[in-house]
């Protein structure tokens, strides 16, 4: 007979009923045996009283007999009793260490009362021996000397202490086996309950939700239709592979991509066998190692992206692809993949590190030559600034005016050419030639720049507020503010000029601005001011190598900030440059 639903989910909750009964049962025994335990142990508490009390009570008959012969001096009688006694004391002592193999407490105690039982029985034996040997006034001098009273008044607080105790424990032992048991009823009642509860209250939750399943399977066959459309609209190529890696479906994207026409062409084939059994590098291997199949038995998504596909035809092509398990009732029982072509992607990477190590090689030609212009310029063009140097001194009485203007442009062309490759110079170790970044205090740098420049006396530089220490090269930072300074000083049209730097924080940076009331410079002039070689004024008007700004841009951007400006003509210029808040501590 085939159950429903229903029926199989009542038929286990009967199970699991008859379960928790059947362990309910179980912790019932449990506790029960737990109680006789205790029982036990309350037993052999009292037990150890009474064979305390016995003790006592035996040494103290011990004492009588002692008494007894010292005054009759019947050997055959009081000494027999006595010897029974004794033998009897040490039974009882022996029996109690015997039922305390547990308990340290216990035995510790008992040692204690054991040497002084012994101590109180060797006075007792000493008392015996000089009755026997010196007669009635050395043992009566014995007693009176009081070592037998102390002997005695010792062992009865080690048997008062041991038997305090024990009562002690006996009642903690009571009271704590009656808690358990109680808790344990209360609990396995309380629990029982709750889970008859529970149940009822889960075997309706169930019934509703098996209603709603219904439904949504109803919804799910409608969706169905949907889920075909999309499966079939994807670019992408979808299959699935059951356990053993057989094809279970496929859409048309993927057929297009391997080259096939029908799926049947494809249902229920080994898919690593047809279509990704080589790898990238050409070598083939077995389906048990294909990261594919991975998923199956690690249960988790696998993303490769160097695989090689076949087609059909028996070409292969690159694909980058995920396989993910599929789950039913919480097992796996296959996987859905999802790939695609990336050979034009490939190509593409490809072509960009060819072109990134045609970069670098460019680069590293630029550093030369920028070190060859620096280097092999030089040498010649400090020759021709001395030779132009000394032509004029010595033979400037020789000279007319307009020849004088000559040598001085002469001159000054080539004292600019040194300039321009100083600055080419320092432009190329941007980045490449690397100081120890240290704690930098931008107030202290910017005060030795300003010192260094030596404004005329008609401009004034003010620093508004506080600048902070930052973590950086010195030199750079150095550069960037010498190169801004100067720039307004040098362009500088008015009888009073004013420059003034400021900085704030703003968004985890430094932003630094530089402002002046200088001539200003046209919006469409922002962004090629900050290229190489770049300048605004005439060079026969102004001394410039147009490398100042671009240096400075290079530095900022190499700290990861930005540069910018704002500025109307006629009025002067702010230029803003950010820095990054590291080490940042006021100054």
Same mark, same amino acid.
């Given at each position: 007979m085939k159950w429903s639903v229903e029926n199989k989910v009542l038929a286990g909750f009967v199970v699991a009923l008859a379960v928790i009964a059947m362990v309910g049962g179980l912790a019932y025994q449990a506790s029960y045996h737990y109680i006789e335990m205790s029982k036990d142990m309350v037993q052999n508490h009292q037990d150890a009283l009474v064979s305390l009390e016995e003790i006592y009570s035996l040494v103290s008959q011990a004492e009588s007999s002692q008494r007894a012969y010292l005054i009759t001096s019947d050997e055959s009688y009081y000494l027999q009793q006595r010897q029974a006694v004794v033998s009897r004391i040490w039974e009882r002592l022996a029996w109690l260490k015997q039922i305390s193999p547990g308990e340290p407490g216990r035995q510790q105690r008992l040692q204690q009362i054991e040497q002084r039982l012994a101590a109180r029985l060797d006075i007792l034996d000493r008392v015996f021996a000089l009755r026997q040997t010196r007669g009635l006034d050395a043992a009566r001098e014995q007693l009176l000397s009081g070592a037998g009273r102390a002997a005695m008044e010792q062992l009865h607080d080690s048997v008062d202490f041991a038997k305090n105790e024990e009562k002690n424990r006996l009642k903690e032992h009571t009271e704590e086996a009656q808690g358990y048991a109680e808790r344990i009823l209360s609990t396995l009642s309380a629990t029982l309950l709750f889970v008859v509860v529970f149940m009822a209250l889960l075997f309706l939750r169930i019934r509703r939700e098996m209603g709603e399943r219904r439904r949504a399977v109803e919804a799910l066959q409608q969706s169905s239709a949907r889920i075909d459309m999309l499966l079939n609209s994807v670019a992408e190529g979808i299959y699935g592979v059951d356990m053993q890696g057989n094809c279970t479906f496929i859409n048309p994207a993927g057929l297009h991509l391997l080259g096939y026409q029908e799926e049947t062409e494809l249902l229920g084939k080994h898919m690593h066998d047809l279509i990704h059994h080589t790898r990238a590098n050409g070598s083939h291997y077995p389906a048990t190692e294909c990261r594919l199949y991975c998923c199956l038995q690690s249960h988790e998504n696998i993303h490769v992206d160097d695989e090689l596909f076949w087609r059909k035809d028996g070409s292969s092509f690159l694909?980058?692809?995920?396989? /993910?398990?599929?789950?039913? *009732? &919480?097992?796996?029982?296959?996987?859905?993949?999802?790939?695609?072509?990336? $050979?034009?992607?490939?190509?593409? #990477?490809?072509?960009?590190?060819? +072109?990134?190590?045609?970069?670098?090689?460019? *680069?590293?030609?630029?550093? !030369? %030559?920028?070190?060859?212009?620096?280097?092999?310029?030089?040498?010649? +063009?400090?020759?021709? @600034?001395?030779?132009?140097?000394?032509?004029?001194?010595?033979?400037?009485?020789?000279?007319?005016? #307009?020849?004088?203007?000559?040598? /001085? +442009?002469?001159?000054? /062309?080539?004292?600019?050419?040194?300039?321009?490759?100083?600055?080419?110079?320092?432009?190329? /170790?941007?980045?490449?030639?690397?100081?120890?970044?240290?704690?930098?205090?931008? !107030?202290?740098?910017?005060?030795?720049?300003?010192?260094?420049?030596?404004?005329?006396? *008609?401009?004034?530089i003010s620093i508004v507020n506080s600048l902070p220490t930052i973590t950086a090269e010195p030199t750079r930072i150095q550069q960037v503010f010498q190169n801004l300074l100067s720039n307004a000083i040098k362009y500088m049209d008015k009888p009073k000029g004013e420059i003034r730097i400021?900085? &704030?924080?703003? !968004?985890?940076?430094?932003?630094?601005?530089? $402002?002046? *009331?200088?001539? @200003?410079?046209?919006?469409?002039? %922002? #962004?090629?001011? %900050?290229?190489?070689f770049q300048t605004l004024a005439p060079r026969d008007r102004v001394e410039s190598t147009g490398v100042g700004l671009a240096l400075v841009k290079k530095i900022v951007e190499m700290y990861g900030g930005h540069i910018w400006l704002e500025s109307t003509v006629g009025r002067g210029s702010t230029f803003f440059f950010t820095l990054p808040r590291t080490t940042a501590t006021s100054s």
């Amino acid at each position: 007979m085939k159950w429903s639903v229903e029926n199989k989910v009542l038929a286990g909750f009967v199970v699991a009923l008859a379960v928790i009964a059947m362990v309910g049962g179980l912790a019932y025994q449990a506790s029960y045996h737990y109680i006789e335990m205790s029982k036990d142990m309350v037993q052999n508490h009292q037990d150890a009283l009474v064979s305390l009390e016995e003790i006592y009570s035996l040494v103290s008959q011990a004492e009588s007999s002692q008494r007894a012969y010292l005054i009759t001096s019947d050997e055959s009688y009081y000494l027999q009793q006595r010897q029974a006694v004794v033998s009897r004391i040490w039974e009882r002592l022996a029996w109690l260490k015997q039922i305390s193999p547990g308990e340290p407490g216990r035995q510790q105690r008992l040692q204690q009362i054991e040497q002084r039982l012994a101590a109180r029985l060797d006075i007792l034996d000493r008392v015996f021996a000089l009755r026997q040997t010196r007669g009635l006034d050395a043992a009566r001098e014995q007693l009176l000397s009081g070592a037998g009273r102390a002997a005695m008044e010792q062992l009865h607080d080690s048997v008062d202490f041991a038997k305090n105790e024990e009562k002690n424990r006996l009642k903690e032992h009571t009271e704590e086996a009656q808690g358990y048991a109680e808790r344990i009823l209360s609990t396995l009642s309380a629990t029982l309950l709750f889970v008859v509860v529970f149940m009822a209250l889960l075997f309706l939750r169930i019934r509703r939700e098996m209603g709603e399943r219904r439904r949504a399977v109803e919804a799910l066959q409608q969706s169905s239709a949907r889920i075909d459309m999309l499966l079939n609209s994807v670019a992408e190529g979808i299959y699935g592979v059951d356990m053993q890696g057989n094809c279970t479906f496929i859409n048309p994207a993927g057929l297009h991509l391997l080259g096939y026409q029908e799926e049947t062409e494809l249902l229920g084939k080994h898919m690593h066998d047809l279509i990704h059994h080589t790898r990238a590098n050409g070598s083939h291997y077995p389906a048990t190692e294909c990261r594919l199949y991975c998923c199956l038995q690690s249960h988790e998504n696998i993303h490769v992206d160097d695989e090689l596909f076949w087609r059909k035809d028996g070409s292969s092509f690159l694909v980058d692809y995920w396989s /993910r398990p599929i789950e039913s *009732n &919480g097992e796996v029982n296959g996987a859905v993949v999802t790939f695609f072509d990336i $050979t034009e992607r490939k190509q593409a #990477e490809e072509q960009r590190v060819l +072109l990134v190590h045609e970069l670098e090689s460019a *680069n590293e030609e630029l550093r !030369n %030559f920028g070190y060859v212009v620096s280097h092999d310029l030089k040498a010649p +063009l400090r020759a021709i @600034g001395s030779l132009a140097d000394w032509i004029s001194t010595d033979y400037a009485d020789k000279f007319d005016d #307009e020849g004088k203007e000559h040598m /001085r +442009l002469l001159i000054s /062309r080539v004292r600019r050419m040194d300039s321009l490759i100083d600055g080419i110079l320092q432009y190329s /170790r941007v980045g490449r030639v690397k100081e120890v970044a240290v704690a930098v205090d931008i !107030n202290g740098l910017v005060r030795e720049v300003i010192d260094l420049l030596a404004p005329p006396e *008609n401009i004034t530089i003010s620093i508004v507020n506080s600048l902070p220490t930052i973590t950086a090269e010195p030199t750079r930072i150095q550069q960037v503010f010498q190169n801004l300074l100067s720039n307004a000083i040098k362009y500088m049209d008015k009888p009073k000029g004013e420059i003034r730097i400021a900085c &704030g924080a703003e !968004n985890g940076q430094w932003k630094f601005t530089i $402002t002046d *009331n200088g001539p @200003g410079i046209d919006q469409q002039h %922002f #962004e090629k001011i %900050f290229q190489l070689f770049q300048t605004l004024a005439p060079r026969d008007r102004v001394e410039s190598t147009g490398v100042g700004l671009a240096l400075v841009k290079k530095i900022v951007e190499m700290y990861g900030g930005h540069i910018w400006l704002e500025s109307t003509v006629g009025r002067g210029s702010t230029f803003f440059f950010t820095l990054p808040r590291t080490t940042a501590t006021s100054s």
